[in-house]
């Protein structure tokens, strides 16, 4: 039993015997008719003050058995006792996930989760750094296209294809001003000036 809670908080962490009632509870506690899951698993009677009651409810009693197994009830409830009521809840689902994890794997616990994530995660910034790669490459290799297309196109003024001419005059053409601007800025399209 060597988890890092348990052992910080001492006391048997998984002893279900009848002295775990760190919290007695107080004369004036009325007790509740349908005891929380953790009450009803330390087979004790469940009042309104329970600490245990607002984050372990009836209908789900296997998240307090798995955390009460790995840490301990004592050990749960001192936690919650030493934390303001704001961050209780989240140091339960915290506590009862790390009980899960470590029930799961008792070797590496939730540290067996926390690496395999990081390798994922390494995994995944290498396999960016490789798309990165071949991204600029690729941009490379298009630019240098481009440059080799330009230097052609310009090292060949008189090529009998249109791609020289940029097709201000279009021989082929029986009314080639059909598509040049006229300078007006609305120029109809060149459907209508041919069906006109
Ligand atoms: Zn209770």
Redesign the pocket.
């Known amino acids: 039993m060597g988890f890092p809670l348990a052992s910080s908080l001492s006391s048997s962490p998984t002893s279900s015997s009848p002295t775990i009632l760190p919290c007695p509870p107080p004369p004036s506690a009325a007790v509740v008719p349908s ?2 899951a ?2 009803k698993i330390l087979r004790r009677k ?2 309104d003050t ?1 600490i ?2 607002p984050f372990f409810p009836p209908g789900e009693p296997l998240k307090f058995a798995a955390a009460h197994k790995v840490f301990g009830a004592s050990n749960i409830i001192k936690l919650l006792q030493g934390l303001p009521e704001s961050q209780r809840g989240d140091a339960v689902k915290s506590v009862v996930y790390e009980a899960n994890a470590r029930l799961r794997d008792p070797v590496y616990g939730c540290a067996g989760v926390i690496w395999q994530l990081q390798r994922r995660l390494g995994e995944l910034q290498a396999q960016v750094a490789k798309a990165e790669a071949e991204l600029f490459t690729v941009q490379s290799q298009r630019a240098n296209l481009v440059a080799v297309l330009c230097m052609k196109m310009a090292a060949a003024p008189s090529a009998p294809d249109d791609l020289a001419t940029g097709g201000a005059t279009i021989p082929l053409q029986d009314d080639p001003s059909c598509f040049l601007d006229d300078g007006g800025g609305q120029a109809a399209p060149p459907w209508e000036l041919l069906w006109a």
């Open positions: 005891p929380c953790a009450c469940c009042t329970c245990l009651a």
